[in-house]
């Protein structure tokens, strides 16, 4: 069996947690005898105990506030821990690392020491202080860092890799950002409001657009970015009223009202969408008009498609179960839709106001159909209803008035208030098998035959 020499144990000591594991590997074997000696940093945390152990010690790693700097000072005694360092005197380093965040400004305080800052953050404070222009040390740059700023333009260094929540929120000039090569998500309200900017290349190693990310960009008409971004949080391009396409072929999460009201935007297809649809994502997006999500999901929420005034053409999965409330309300122009075979049910108000449906052939697996899921579907003519189900619920059916043909079937028990009301051109007859009818039923219908009182003539229930 191959053993690790000298040089490499001491590289992989350096993954070691505690001053513990360190002590332990010198009892191992004789070859390991001194390896902590030959460490000029410390790899691990120390304070004024293990100090002793790293009797060749340059550098001193610093990795918390907490730290203990053995007398050399960083911060002023309020600033650090309200307390006075441990050490009475102070230990010389060649250079102190320090890997903590900390702002651009202590920084400078620090300018001509050394001190030696490994993750600093350009805050709004500082931009105040020290100007718009980023320096080449900073790593992040702060939540609100140019929050209302003026500025049109502005290329952040490829030295940044983070860049913190609503830091240009409402910069309602800014017109051009170039972004870093090596940040990997979009934080949450990072534009939000920046109604002046117009496109945004996406760089390459970022997976996620964070909640709220481009909320509002109002002028946002081009987003470029290659198959790397899997997810699309919550409203993150909610009223980016000029975004006519995007490219969603590597988008496996659509998060709550993604797309509201992005009342340009034509045509989304989504080759492999990993979880559910979410709710309002594509909310009044009035120029919508084809949509073709695949994926292993199975649930679409409410009011995905609600008010999506030009929407003519639809494709899902069978895997989907369920359709939220107002699924598909409003959406004017749909003339036919292929329902899932697997669907479990029809939420309430799913398919109201759908003015040009004129058929739908609802799956056997469906047992269920909620309160006004066909309101006002003023073209509707033919509704095949499946053997599961057992009641016609509220306005199921409210002012379809060219409906003229539907099954109501023996396991059809009861029907609710309203649900054929206003169907003027409905030519029905209700089996003996229906055991109940609540008022106005058939309100208006053209024609009602009850066999169970064996009577010819028109009345509502």
């Known amino acids: ?22 002590i332990n590997l ?14 000029h940093n410390n790899p691990i945390q120390i304070n004024k105990t293990t100090l002793k152990y790293f009797s060749h010690l340059e550098t001193l790693n610093v990795w918390s506030k907490e730290s203990e700097l053995f007398g050399n000072v960083l911060f002023n005694k309020i600033e650090r821990t309200g307390k006075d360092s441990v050490f009475n005197f102070e230990t010389k380093f ?8 900390v702002d651009y400004t202590l920084t400078q305080v620090h300018k001509n020491s050394n001190f030696c800052f490994k993750n600093v953050v350009y805050t709004e404070k500082d931009r105040l202080n020290f100007g718009e222009v980023i320096p080449t040390s900073i790593r992040s740059l702060g939540e609100k860092c140019f929050s209302s700023s003026q500025m049109t333009s502005i290329q952040i260094p490829n030295n940044v890799t983070d860049i913190k929540r609503l830091c240009f929120v409402q910069c309602h000039l800014l017109e051009l950002i170039i972004l870093p090569s090596y940040m990997k998500i979009i934080n949450n ?11 945004i290349v996406v760089p390459n190693a970022v997976t996620s657009f964070e909640y709220e990310c481009f909320k509002n960009c109002e002028q946002l ?17 909610d009223n ?8 969603f072929e590597s988008i496996e999460f659509l998060g709550d009202n993604c797309f509201e009201r992005c009342t340009l935007l034509k045509r989304v297809e989504i080759p492999k969408l990993n979880d559910y649809l979410a709710k309002q994502a594509f909310y009044s997006c009035s120029s919508l008009s084809i949509v073709d999500i695949q994926g292993n999901y199975d649930r679409i929420g409410c009011e995905c498609f609600y008010n999506c005034v030009s929407l003519v ?4 999965p069978d895997s989907i179960t369920c359709f939220g409330n107002r699924c598909f309300s409003g959406c004017s122009e749909l ?3 292929s329902l899932p075979k697997k669907l479990k049910n029809l939420a309430e108000e799913c398919f109201s106001r759908c003015l040009k449906l004129k058929e739908i052939e609802i799956p056997n697996e469906v047992t269920k159909i909620y309160n006004s899921c066909f309101m006002e579907c003023s073209m509707l003519e033919k509704v095949q209803l499946p053997n599961g189900i057992s009641e016609i619920n509220e306005d199921t059916f409210f002012k379809c008035r060219k409906l003229n043909t539907i099954n109501i079937h023996k396991n059809v028990k009861y029907l609710r208030g309203g649900c054929f009301e206003d169907c003027n051109s409905l030519d029905i007859c209700v089996p003996t098998t229906v055991v109940h009818c609540d008022q106005f039923c058939f309100k208006n219908c053209k024609s009602v035959v009850n066999q169970k009182k064996k009577t010819g003539f028109l009345f509502w229930f």
């Open 26 to 39: 010198e009892f191992v074997s004789k070859k390991y005898e001194g390896n902590i000696d030959k460490f």
């Open 94 to 101: 060649y250079q102190i690392n320090i890997w903590f965040e």
């Open 313 to 316: 053409s639809v494709s899902f």
């Open 1 to 22: 069996m191959s053993r690790l020499d000298g040089y490499h144990i001491m590289v992989v000591s350096q993954y070691f947690l505690t001053i513990i594991d360190f």
């Open 189 to 199: 309200c990072t534009f939000y409001g920046c109604s002046a900017l117009k496109s």
């Open 335 to 337: 003339k036919t839709i």
């Open 240 to 247: 980016c009223k000029k975004l006519a396409t995007i490219d």
């Open 221 to 237: 008409s081009l987003v470029s970015m290659l198959n790397a971004v899997i997810y699309f949080k919550d409203f993150c391009f």
